[in-house]
Structures are given as structure tokens and as C-alpha cells.
T-cell receptor
Framework: GENVEQHPSTLSVQEGDSAVIKCTYSDSASNYFPWYKQELGKRPQLIIDIRSNVGEKKDQRIAVTLNKTAKHFSLHITETQPEDSAVYFCAAIWRNTGNQFYFGTGTSLTVIP | DTAVSQTPKYLVTQMGNDKSIKCEQNLGHDTMYWYKQDSKKFLKIMFSYNNKELIINETVPNRFSPKSPDKAHLNLHINSLELGDSAVYFC????????????FGPGTRLTVL
């Protein structure tokens, strides 16, 4: 299946600092890259997504960048707050198996007040 | 007015038993999914299904089978449960396939003793 590598697996930052999570994918035909946030004991929820026809997308303190040539994309969170603490998952589509959806291995982000 | 619901929330059972988890969505979405989240928080696609095709992740044992009585429901049947099946199972749905936001259910925590 699709190989979606995500780094780092854990990340601790001071409140107000920025956090960056990176993912790489293997299917060059993949064209949709969402990011999901999962708070402890809760369900994953979409926070931002990007399609392959753009290189960057922003939504307030969250931004995602995409480098199609290098096949990697990143999540950037600025001015982090304690409520940003959660597990973040990137994802990509594996078209060889009929557009199956694969998540990265997750990044546990802790924002220290 | 829950968008995606699952029952039961918790399921404790013995090895070798057969069990089902139910999922319902009231969003009018055309695609539904089942995911398995293990103790390391890895989110793994098991199935995606719309009224036209079922896509099965090749690593899923054939003891697992999705059943869709109608467009709003995708139930998960598991035969001959094993210890390694213990995990949280999430149902999700989206409109228009994998390139759109997926809405997750609250999850079912399955424990096999």
C-alpha cells in the first residue's frame, strides 16, 4: 500500500512557539493531502487539507505546504496554545488500490504552558 | 443529530466469538469507511465502500467483513475474534469519495480476552 512517513513521532513545544510536522508519500499520483487532529479519547477531525494544484494553504494559525516534486508536505502551527495538544495525522491516497486512504503514523504534540 | 454514530461504544468479548459493530451516518454521504486504531495510535484503513464498490485493504483478514444494508449504514462483522483484534474501531463517511473530508464516528473500543 501507500507509504506515508510522518516525523517526528512526538513533539513538545513551549506555548507561543511554532510546531512543524512533516510527511512524505510514495504515490506520485496522489493528489489530496489532509491533516487530522485527534484529541485524547476523541475521534479524528479534519483541520486542514491541500490538493496538488496548490503549494500552500493557510487557515488562521495553521498552514500546510506541499512539494510535489519531493513528495512531501508539512503542517505548520504558529503561536501554539495548550489546546493544540493532540495527535496529528497526515494522510495521502494510494491510487493503485482504487484510491485507498492511508494515514501517517501520527505525531503526538504537547504544548507546554 | 449525531452525524456518524457507532454502537456499541465498548465491547468486551472472549476469543473465538463472533461480534458486530454498527455504524450509521445521517449526512447523506455516499462513501463509508472502517478504520482500526491500535494501541500505538496507528490509524489503518480496513475498508472503504460506496454503492458501487467495496475496496478492501489487502492486509485485513477475511474474518472481517463489512455489510451495508443501505447507504446510511456500514456494519462490521468479525468472526473468530483473536487477541490481536483488540483496538479502537472507527467508522467514517465522506461525500464524493476519499478526496473529501471524512467525518468519524466516536469509535468502538474492542477488547478480546
Amino acid at each position: 500500500g501507500e507509504n506515508v512517513e510522518q516525523h517526528p513521532s512526538t513533539l513538545s513545544v513551549q506555548e507561543g512557539d511554532s510546531a512543524v510536522i512533516k510527511c512524505t508519500y510514495s504515490d506520485s499520483a496522489s493528489n489530496y493531502f489532509p491533516w487530522y487532529k485527534q484529541e485524547l479519547g476523541k475521534r479524528p477531525q479534519l483541520i486542514i487539507d491541500i490538493r496538488s494544484n496548490v503549494g500552500e494553504k493557510k487557515d488562521q494559525r495553521i498552514a500546510v505546504t506541499l512539494n510535489k516534486t519531493a513528495k512531501h508536505f508539512s503542517l505548520h502551527i504558529t503561536e501554539t496554545q495548550p489546546e493544540d495538544s493532540a495527535v496529528y495525522f497526515c494522510a495521502a491516497i494510494w491510487r493503485n488500490t482504487g484510491n485507498q486512504f492511508y494515514f501517517g503514523t501520527g505525531t503526538s504534540l504537547t504544548v507546554i504552558p | 443529530d449525531t452525524a456518524v454514530s457507532q454502537t456499541p461504544k465498548y465491547l468486551v468479548t472472549q476469543m473465538g466469538n463472533d461480534k458486530s459493530i454498527k455504524c450509521e451516518q445521517n449526512l447523506g454521504h455516499d462513501t463509508m469507511y472502517w478504520y482500526k486504531q491500535d494501541s500505538k495510535k496507528f490509524l489503518k484503513i480496513m475498508f472503504s465502500y460506496n454503492n458501487k464498490e467495496l475496496i478492501i485493504n489487502e492486509t485485513v483478514p477475511n474474518r472481517f467483513s463489512p455489510k451495508s444494508p443501505d447507504k446510511a449504514h456500514l456494519n462490521l462483522h468479525i468472526n473468530s475474534l483473536e487477541l490481536g483484534d483488540s483496538a479502537v474501531y472507527f467508522c467514517a463517511s465522506s461525500q464524493g469519495g476519499v478526496r473529501h473530508e471524512q467525518f468519524f464516528g466516536p469509535g468502538t473500543r474492542l477488547t478480546v480476552l
